[in-house]
């Protein structure tokens, strides 16, 4: 794979974990 793909797919994993994690603060937030 060439670097570009690379650093799309790490951007891609990125956002998804900031998402869960965003997602995951919401709930808990909610919950309190």
């Known amino acids: ?3 570009e793909k690379l ?3 790490e951007s891609t994993l990125n956002n ?3 998402k869960v994690l965003n ?3 919401n709930l808990s937030g909610r919950t309190q």
């Open 7 to 9: 650093f799309i797919l």
């Open 23 to 25: 997602g995951i603060n």
């Open 16 to 18: 998804n974990v900031i």
């Open 1 to 3: 794979m060439t670097n």
